[in-house]
């Protein structure tokens, strides 16, 4: 599975998206140490709940055991890419604080980063209880 592998699956995840409020489509596709990948897309409720793709791709490969990830591609159809929300931010870095991010540029290319690279000053768990650092 390559870069461009992975973005595609994320570009096809995309358009599963359910984002009648926002019109908004985000896709993403987690591929795991095993080699497995998940996606997922973005769900809005028709009272206006929801949940991005990021996290709907990292709690399906969760649900199905999955503990090790390698590498997140994020496809939302905008120039520049579509980096993850806060909220994403926190769960992707807590589960996988080596994680390589791949934005998918609507002009072309990819833009690369590490999780830590957009989220610098995580809290995690170890603020609760310095015997427990962030991971699994
Ligand atoms: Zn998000």
């Avoid at 993403?28 to 791709?57: K, Q």
Wanted: proline share 6%.
């Amino acid at each position: 599975m390559d870069n461009k592998d992975l973005l595609a699956q994320a570009r096809a995840a995309r358009e599963m998206a359910v984002a009648p409020s926002s019109k908004f489509k985000v896709g993403a596709a987690l591929l795991c140490d095993d080699g497995s990948v998940f996606t997922g897309c973005n769900i809005e409720s028709p009272t206006y709940l929801g949940i991005c793709a990021e996290r709907v791709a990292l709690f399906k490969a969760l649900s199905e055991g999955r503990r090790g990830f390698t590498v997140i591609a994020i496809a939302g159809g905008v120039d520049g890419g579509c980096p993850p929300c806060g909220a994403c931010r926190q769960v992707l870095w807590e589960f996988a604080p080596e994680l390589e991010v791949l934005l998918d540029d609507a002009q072309g290319g990819c833009i690369e980063r590490r999780i830590a690279e957009y989220f610098p000053e995580p809290f995690d768990r170890s603020k609760v209880d310095p015997s427990r650092a962030a991971g699994r």
